[in-house]
């Protein structure tokens, strides 16, 4: 399934016009302008990814994920089906959002302040990386299915375009920094590089992470090599 | 009231033998080892201040608070008594711990994922520094206390002996960064400098900084100037 042809985001306008505008003014662009992309940091609260056969056992047979919201990466959205999440001792998380289109593996990404109302711990992953991991059991409107494994903090990571990498000097699975300004000014150290021409410029913070540096519109971020 | 007499924090036990170790074995000391104290770093969860009224306010005539558990800085404590936060939308925080002694002002801080949870907006601010705050509504045993001001998240910020200030090169008031080690490392840039010949070298973050930098035993850290 692809994302319809849409508006470039207002990012992307707002970058094109300040490159125009050094360009015109002749003057000297900072990093930031220069870049090939504007810089997307957004938040990842929390969600699941399924194959399509878990959304068949949790939603009924033939039944397919309906993307409610398309996200910033082409082809990726937000599904109208929502889960609940049963945790180790029998607390929940209720309305978990299954992100589409469906993956060929089982995932659920929680920030720490979730695994921790939930009463379990889970260690901080780069996704798909999932290999003795806890499990959980979801829970959908048309029956159980139980996650041997999966469940994750998904680490800090950045999608780049093959440019954004050579712009940034990183290579795919290496770390960059980001600094967010702010009265909460801080450095994420490790902030994994995954790199594929399919990809648009956008690091992904967690809930947590967003709420430690007070990440809000108008704060300032650069990406560091 | 003062704290009793107790034994040395483990960890400056630990300091002062790795001090002894590196002379006895005539090493160079690494920098974290000739700090003249050791640095610790804690997680300050959501708690409040009050004045002796609001206690008694709260709690009945006469009622002090009773200290339940001494903290680092020598005559702070987490109080047996609790309250309950009732927010703007009328949510609540059950439990809320007091931290004592009693000071001249009633304060409550907060996580961002607390107010989000109540459902306002808080500001990022040093304590004591509670102007134009946001208020709520505190429910104890016996009454309420409604605070026209006073919620705030605390910045983050390291209590200095003067021999650590002089140690770290920073005056009472300047900013240090905060690097934290492990897997979601991350360095906080704006981390203020409280200098008192009462404090013991301590670093507080709230609940949010410590899920998002993973802040765990055995997570390295480092206080820069």
Redo the contacts between chains.
């Keep these: 399934m692809q994302s319809p042809a849409v508006m470039p985001h207002r990012e992307e306008i707002a970058h094109a016009v300040r490159r125009l505008l050094y360009q015109k003014l002749d003057r000297p662009m900072p990093r930031t302008v220069k870049a090939p992309h504007p810089l997307l940091v957004n938040i990842s609260a929390r969600h699941c990814h399924l194959t399509p056969k878990a959304v068949e056992t949790l939603f009924g047979a033939g039944r397919q994920l309906t993307p409610k919201k398309w996200l910033y990466q082409d082809g990726q959205y937000a599904a109208e089906e929502c889960i609940t999440l049963i945790g180790p001792r029998s607390r929940v998380i209720s309305n978990l959002r299954i992100l589409g289109p469906c993956r060929d593996f089982n995932q659920v990404e929680l920030?720490?302040?979730d695994s921790?109302s939930l009463g379990f711990e889970i260690p901080?992953r780069n996704s798909g990386d999932i290999k003795g991991t806890p499990g959980c059991m979801l829970m959908g409107p048309a029956g159980f299915l139980e996650l041997p494994e999966g469940v994750i903090r998904a680490?800090?990571h950045a999608h780049l375009h093959p440019d954004d990498a050579a712009f940034y000097g990183v290579k795919s699975g290496a770390y960059l920094r980001l600094?967010v300004g702010g009265?909460?000014?801080?450095?994420?150290?490790?902030v994994l590089a995954r790199v594929s021409k399919d990809f648009k410029l956008e690091v992904h913070i967690d809930?947590?992470?967003a709420?430690?540096?007070?990440l809000a519109p108008g704060v300032q971020c650069e990406l560091l090599a």
Tied chains: 1, 2.
């Excluded at 709420?211 to 007070?214: D, E, L, P, S």
């Design positions: 920030a720490f302040t921790i901080v680490a800090p600094r009265p909460c000014s801080m450095t994420f150290d490790r809930t947590d992470e709420n430690a540096c007070g």
